[in-house]
């Protein structure tokens, strides 16, 4: 079984900051590529950033500049800092992460998502 939980998500005025943690633990062999995706409200989820295992970055136009994405692969963990919010960055934010099992199956898991609220 494995779990991946979030954590740091909440209220921030424009222009504040937030740090978004995804830990991931349980059965795992290996983890490669982790990413964070959002949905707002009557929207479809997402593509934030990626990580490779390897540190590779990819990002949205609309955060380049303003959110890092990094990992710790002793920890089994990501991050995403992000910076200068605004307010249509509001959204539940949802890390994910291909994971190979003790059974050497490569899946997708994803974590149960954390609100970020941009608002003043």
């Known amino acids: 079984q494995v779990r991946l939980v979030e954590s740091g998500g909440g209220l921030v005025q424009p222009g504040g900051s937030l740090r978004l943690s995804c830990a991931a633990s349980?059965?795992?062999?290996?983890?490669?590529?982790m990413g964070w995706y959002r949905q707002a409200p009557g929207n479809q989820r997402e593509l934030v950033a990626t990580i490779t295992s390897g540190g590779s970055t990819n990002y949205a136009d609309s955060v380049k500049g303003r959110f890092t994405i990094s990992r710790d692969n002793a920890k089994n963990t990501e991050y995403l800092q992000m910076n200068s919010l605004k307010p249509e960055d509001t959204a539940v934010y949802y890390c994910n992460a291909d994971i190979v099992g003790l059974d050497w199956r490569l899946r997708t898991y994803w974590g149960q998502g954390t609100q970020v609220t941009v608002s003043s």
């Open positions: 349980g059965s795992i062999r290996s983890i490669y590529t």
